[in-house]
């Protein structure tokens, strides 16, 4: 095996163990942990490549294409102010992007309780009843058998 090959497989391997790493740090430091192996595996088959992804945005957002564009003036790959400067507003938009995506997915995930979920038989909103306490995979409580509103038991067939 040649030495391109053997370096491939050694950062894969790298970004595989950060990515088990840091997901599960990040989710037993928070407390808010998967309930079950559904949940685990999801943590481990998105780490990795969402840690690649950044990565490779990482790469092309400060490659030296761009750092030259900016400051034309400097041949070195020196810190300047106006590399900084650029910096601050990738890190600015990029936690705005974040925030904003992630605000637009709880919405979706509230306003799809709110309207879709309705028993069977009465139709009333089950929403509030099966989110509470919403789990970190989104499953539904155990506890709820029957609907709040005409008592129908919800584990019957339709």
């Not at 989710?27 to 088959?45: D, N, R």
């Not at 995506?101 to 009465?122: E, K, Q, T, W």
């Not at 989104?138 to 709040?148: D, G, P, Y």
């Amino acid at each position: 095996m040649n030495s391109t090959k053997r370096i491939y497989i050694r950062s894969f391997f790298i970004y595989l163990v950060a990515s088990v790493f840091i997901g599960v740090s990040f989710a037993l430091l928070s407390g808010i942990w998967p309930k079950s192996i559904t949940g685990w595996v999801i943590i481990l088959i998105f780490g990795l490549p969402t840690m690649i992804l950044g990565e490779f945005i990482g790469e092309k957002l400060f490659s030296d294409e761009i750092n030259h564009a900016i400051d034309k003036d400097r041949k070195d790959n020196l810190i300047s102010a106006r590399r900084m400067a650029y910096a601050l507003i990738i890190g600015i938009v990029t936690t705005i992007v974040t925030v904003l995506l992630g605000f637009i997915s709880a919405m979706v995930y509230v306003l799809g309780l709110l309207f879709y979920v309705r028993c069977p038989s009465c139709k009333g909103n089950l929403g509030y009843a099966l989110s509470w306490p919403v789990t970190w995979v989104l499953s539904v409580s155990k506890e709820i058998k029957f609907c709040q509103f005409c008592g129908t038991s919800l584990d019957k067939e339709i």
